[in-house]
Nanobody, 119 residues
Framework: QVQLVESGGGLVQAGGSLRLSCAASGSIFSMNAMGWYRQAPGKQRELVARIFRSGFTTYADSMKGRCTISRDNAKNTVYLQMNSLKPEDTAVYYC?????????????WGQGTQVTVSS
């Protein structure tokens, strides 16, 4: 069973950068995709970026050109490099693993890491 541990959040000024890390402690043999979601107060949780098993990546429109998702298979770790951060990027960022089960897909979630961007 997979357990996800996020790190790398913190407080930065607008225009700054952060790199988030998510380490999977168990097997991700059946992983379809890994990604990052975020949820700000009063808003729905939204997708930030995903990387599929093939290596194909997708990004939210608001993040295009400002972030890069990558994966280190040897370390079972996914990263999210965020640059040119804006106050509206402030949110709790959650690591997600989408797994293939016998009856369909299901999601595993980390506990979240706070990202706060000041103006």
């Amino acid at each position: 069973q997979v357990q996800l541990v996020e790190s790398g959040g913190g407080l930065v000024q607008a225009g700054g950068s952060l790199r988030l890390s998510c380490a999977a402690s168990g097997s991700i043999f059946s992983m379809n995709a890994m990604g990052w979601y975020r949820q700000a107060p009063g808003k729905q949780r939204e997708l930030v970026a995903r990387i599929f098993r093939s290596g194909f990546t997708t990004y939210a429109d608001s993040m295009k050109g400002r972030c890069t998702i990558s994966r280190d298979n040897a370390k079972n770790t996914v990263y999210l490099q965020m640059n040119s951060l804006k106050p509206e990027d402030t949110a709790v960022y959650y690591c997600n693993v989408n797994m293939q089960g016998g009856l369909g897909t299901f999601d595993l979630w980390g506990q979240g890491t706070q990202v706060t961007v000041s103006s």
